[in-house]
């Protein structure tokens, strides 16, 4: 089976910190997604991967980095967190099948 | 933008075969249209995958008429543990390169199945 791995299921930051969001993946997978997911939005694309040090904008980048130095590895970071960055953070993986994603467990940041 | 819609929630019974419908008028000629299942506190995790005509799977079925503008999973014999959040996706992976189109989620439909 396959397995995304978030590095904490919740996570409480201050305004202005730098945050990190670590993903890991065991399928060697090629493709790497970042998502916040927020009640009556669904999910939202941040940062799409296809390959190491190659990344690609969804559709809220505005706010957040990302970082692929592995293939197995991709980073979410916020700069200078805010409170609007209060959310669940979900990274996905995909492979061959590069249309169906696995998701990890998902991280709950709150930004205080 | 492949925008999709769905209902956002609906209610059964167990035994009960239920059919949620997404709603994608933009959909282009390389999207493809998936669907997720989210349990509380869960990533969402992968049902079916179609790009038109009809899919069945182990859980599901997937109906996508000929124009591609909107598409049904059908859950036949649902029990208590369907109860989930589902997410139809409408994209294609590839297209979101080169500021392409992107992938997008709808809002999901809240499925309660009751006894």
């Known amino acids: 089976d396959v397995k995304v791995t978030q590095s904490s299921r919740y996570l409480v930051k201050r305004t202005g910190e730098k945050v990190f969001l670590e993903c890991v993946q065991d399928?060697?997978?090629?493709?790497m997604f970042w998502y916040r997911q927020d009640p009556g939005l669904g999910l939202r694309l941040i940062y799409f991967s296809y390959d190491v040090k190659m990344k690609e904008k969804g559709d809220i980048p505005e706010g957040y980095s990302v970082s692929r130095e592995k293939k197995e590895r991709f980073s979410l970071i916020l700069e200078s967190a805010s409170t609007n960055q209060t959310s669940m953070y979900l990274c996905a993986s995909s492979g061959s099948s590069k249309n169906i994603q696995y998701f990890g467990a998902g991280t709950r940041l709150s930004v205080l | 933008l492949a925008k999709t819609t769905q209902p956002i929630s609906m209610d059964s019974y167990e035994g009960q075969e239920v059919n949620i419908t997404c709603s994608h008028n933009?959909?282009?000629?390389?999207?493809?249209i998936t669907w997720y299942q989210q349990f509380p506190s869960q990533g969402p995790r992968f049902i079916i995958q179609?790009?038109?005509t009809k899919v069945t799977n182990e859980v599901a079925s997937l109906f996508i008429p000929a124009d591609r503008k909107s598409s049904t999973l059908s859950l036949p014999r649902v029990s208590l543990s369907d109860t989930a959040v589902y997410y139809c996706l409408v994209g294609d992976i590839w297209m979101v390169t080169g500021g392409g189109n992107k992938l997008t989620f709808g809002t999901g439909t809240q499925l309660k199945v009751e006894l």
């Open positions: 179609g790009y038109k």
């Open positions: 933009n959909i282009a000629t390389n999207d493809y």
């Open positions: 399928m060697d997978h090629e493709n």
